[in-house]
Every structure is written in C-alpha cells, then in structure tokens.
Nanobody
C-alpha cells in the first residue's frame, strides 16, 4: 500500500483548505486511514481517522467541528476538509493506513503505511 498526500500550502487564519490522500494497492477497504500532524518541536499528533469500510470517523478534540474527514472509495481517496483554520494548525500533515481496533484509532503506531506529508501553514 502506498499513500500520496497533497493539498497543503499557505492559508490565512479563518480560511479553509482540503487535503487529499490517494491510496494505491490492494485491499483498500480493509484499512482505516488516519491523518496525523507534526509541528516543529512537537510530537506527532492524531487529527482524524476514517474506516474505509463503513465510514466511521473519529476526530481529535482540537479539530472537532472544524475538520471533516471523508472518503471516495471509487477514487481510493480520503479527504480532510479543514475550516476555520488557526495558526496552531500549522504542521506537516501525514496520512497513514492501518487496521487498528477502534479504541486505538488515534494511535500512530497502529498505522504501518505512511505517506510523505504535506505542509500546511496558517499565517497572515
């Protein structure tokens, strides 16, 4: 399985951005796709995740109500719509694939395929 993240860039506070993660390889529906982010000097943190079979999703408290994760199984693509962006959202965003149990959906070590990351900068 390979993942390709895209859609990052520079955006002003309060504006929106959509990230995409294209998943290639077999057994697409077996996975959950998670978005994680890492800012300079900080630990990698969970942002959101979605099960490709069924579509159940989970969000970090810091992004609930602002970010929405979705999927298009036909395109093998997972999206993350980010609204009301804040400077604290500035980070490199990674998408990852794994088969975590639901209680560990936010645990990075449960994901074993990672994309290359895309930089999101929220600044005026």
């Amino acid at each position: 399985v390979q993942l390709q993240a895209s859609g990052g860039g520079l955006v002003q506070p309060g504006n929106s951005m959509r990230l995409s993660c294209v998943v290639s390889g077999s057994s697409f529906r077996n996975y959950a796709i998670g978005w994680f982010r890492q800012a300079p000097g900080r630990e990698r943190e969970f942002v959101a995740a979605i099960r490709l079979s069924g579509g159940t999703s989970s969000y970090a408290d810091s992004v609930k109500g602002r970010f929405t994760i979705s999927k298009d199984n036909a395109k093998k693509t997972v999206y993350m719509q980010m609204n009301s962006l804040k400077p604290d959202d500035t980070a490199v965003y990674y998408c990852a694939a794994g088969t975590p149990i639901w209680s560990e959906i936010a645990t990075a070590r449960m994901y074993y395929h990672w994309g290359q990351g895309t930089q999101v900068t929220v600044s005026s």
